[in-house]
């Protein structure tokens, strides 16, 4: 899960350090189409079949409408706004997911968890500022990013068994290619031959997040769930770390005040379930 986590920290550092000189349309059809291509090999080295009917199932079709809008708007999160602003707010997706959980599976949760989850919807609201001076509405990429993603993990629960990790990889890359050609529609920039550090850069995306993806499946697939998902949170360490180190970011006071009550939030609410 570690090694997962620090594996979406430096996709994410790769992606927006080539953002600097490729559209950002450009950016999500050749991360999509990388992925794919490495999933859909992975895939078919196992004799895996690469269209099932659990492909077409309604859990499948709710699963990438919620990673369109993921991937595209935290992708527009990462290549706008500061590394650290954006992976704050991601950390978030769990508390989110717990909500979700209680709103659309019916789950039980007690007034602990309730207060737990408010807590840290209110970490984000400090993250964010929305009335301070420092406020960027830019910021709400990330947000609706978050939720995307979280959207994403529920319907994951609800997917077929049947589809293994490598095919669930496919599609969210083939989904990242889709959330590439509507952006590219309503951005009218036209794409552009990479230069060389642009493309080692998108390489070495492709890369890592393909590696963190497989990383997290088997850490989530194979690992006590209880004991693996609270180091989900070391990716904020991570971000903060390349954020400060490779792009000069300087996180604030109240940044870190809010990172702080969201993760805090999010652990509890895992003692919780687990209890």
Not at 265 to 273: A, E, I, T
């Amino acid at each position: 899960m570690v090694a997962a986590m620090a594996g979406f920290a430096i996709e994410d550092t790769f992606l927006k350090h080539a953002a600097v000189t490729l559209p950002i349309a450009q950016i999500l059809v050749m991360f999509g189409a990388g992925g794919a291509l490495l999933f859909a090999g992975l895939a078919a080295a196992r004799g895996e079949r690469l269209v099932t009917a659990g492909v077409g199932s309604r859990a499948m079709r709710v699963r990438v409408g919620f990673e369109l809008t993921g991937r595209l708007f935290y992708t527009l999160a990462i290549a706008l706004t500061p590394l650290s602003s954006a992976t704050a707010i991601l950390q978030a997706t769990p508390i989110v997911v717990v909500l979700g959980a209680v709103l659309v599976f019916g789950e039980k949760v007690g007034w602990r968890r309730w207060a737990a989850i408010i807590v840290g919807l209110l970490g984000v609201l400090v993250i964010l500022r929305p009335l301070g001076q420092s406020f960027s509405a830019l910021s709400l990429l990330a947000v609706i990013g978050m939720l995307g993603f979280a959207g994403r993990d529920l319907a994951s629960r609800a997917a077929p068994l049947t589809l293994s990790t490598r095919i669930l990889g496919l599609y969210g890359f083939v989904t990242i290619i889709l959330a590439g050609g509507l952006y590219a529609m309503w951005e009218g920039r036209a794409f552009v031959m990479p230069a060389y550090d642009a493309a080692l850069a998108m390489t070495g995306a492709i890369l890592t997040g393909v590696f963190a993806y497989n990383a997290l499946m088997w850490a989530m697939r194979t690992g006590d769930v209880s004991v693996v998902t609270p180091f989900r949170y070391t990716r904020l360490l991570f971000g903060l770390g390349l954020g400060m180190l490779i792009f000069g970011e300087r996180p604030d006071a109240m940044m870190l005040v809010g990172c702080a009550i969201v993760v805090a939030s999010g652990l509890f609410l895992l003692w919780r379930g687990r209890r």
